[in-house]
């Protein structure tokens, strides 16, 4: 399935640095807003110990990991939503992402020009946020005039997107997110349709600096206002530092961790990001190993076993008998998918399993 994250921020945030580091693609780089206009676009693996050791267990030609897309969306402004700084354009390609990670600049350096003057994090937060609700302000209220005209003619579909256009508008005008708005499951599915912005989870992505000031470190107001934010708002986000992680392309994996440690950088922050960007859109892995290959396929939580083999091929969904099952460490611990099926330890599963994260499957079909 494809998967694609927006990375969105004010200018001179971070955002096409972290996107480098991201994809390890060149990107133009500069101190200046707008340095990238047209969206860039990187495929990532989703790091993933457990396919890494199923591979080797089997002695795979091939590892398959699994992906998730990135966008590079050139910086947005106050005044995005009405075409300010190219915001329209800007604007579009957020709609066409599944999700939202948002860079927020959490160091104070003034060789790195800041677009109010000063870097306060949670403002820059409620800029963007508000003009992605502005945004979508026009386009739920555009839509709700035409569907309210449309829905006097009594058609079951128009009705269910009124009302649920009837729920979104008042918030959005309040200058809340739509995604706050409790819609029935049909009125989700409608509002799939209308790609509203503020419909897409959001992951920030604290930036940091090594050798500058960073917020969290000095625990002065600004920090206090932003995690106080995150917390009661109950927001995901991650700490990256952008400019280590970049400059850590260039270093062979064995010598990471030691040059982490030099720059005062505990975690990988790209790794951490990846992974969260996952569990944003609620997705899980489950795997196929063999000698030819060993795969880690994407899907929804929550999928049945039919719906989860439609990732691999539609005869694993429309023809689908059974499913052999066993957990990623559990086939470890016997060392082969023969040794697990002597052993009786693979489980076979039908229609109405629920593929669980971490799950090694072999599907049957007519």
Partial sequence: MGLSIGIVGLPNVGKSTLFKALTKKD???????????????????????????????????????????FVDIAGLVK?????????NQFLTNIRETDAIAEVVRLFDDEDIHHVHGEVDPLRDIEVINLELVLADQETAGKRLDRVERDAKGGDKDIIVERDALRKIVPV??????AREVELTEKEKEVVKGFHLLTMKPILYILNRKSGAVNMDAENGNRWRELKNFLDSSGSKYVFVDAGVENE????????RM???????????GIDDLIKGGYELLDLISFFTTGEKESRAWTIKRGSTAPHAGAAIHSDFRDKFIRADVI??????????????????ILRTEGKEYIVQDGDVLEFRHS
């Fill in 27 to 69: 990107v133009l780089i500069a101190n200046y807003p707008f340095a990238t206009i047209d969206p860039s676009v990187g495929v990532v693996a989703v790091p993933d110990n457990r396919l890494t050791r199923l591979s080797e267990m089997s002695h795979s030609e091939k590892t398959v990991p699994a992906i998730v897309e």
């Fill in 79 to 87: 005044g995005a939503s009405e075409g300010e700084g190219l915001g």
């Fill in 172 to 177: 959005l005008n309040a200058g809340k997110a």
């Fill in 248 to 255: 850590l392309n260039d270093v062979g994996d064995a010598e």
């Fill in 258 to 268: 030691d040059f982490r440690r030099e720059l005062g950088v505990s975690s990988d």
């Fill in 327 to 344: 957990q990623w460490d559990k086939l470890l611990e016997v060392g082969s998918w023969s040794a697990a099926r002597d052993k009786g």
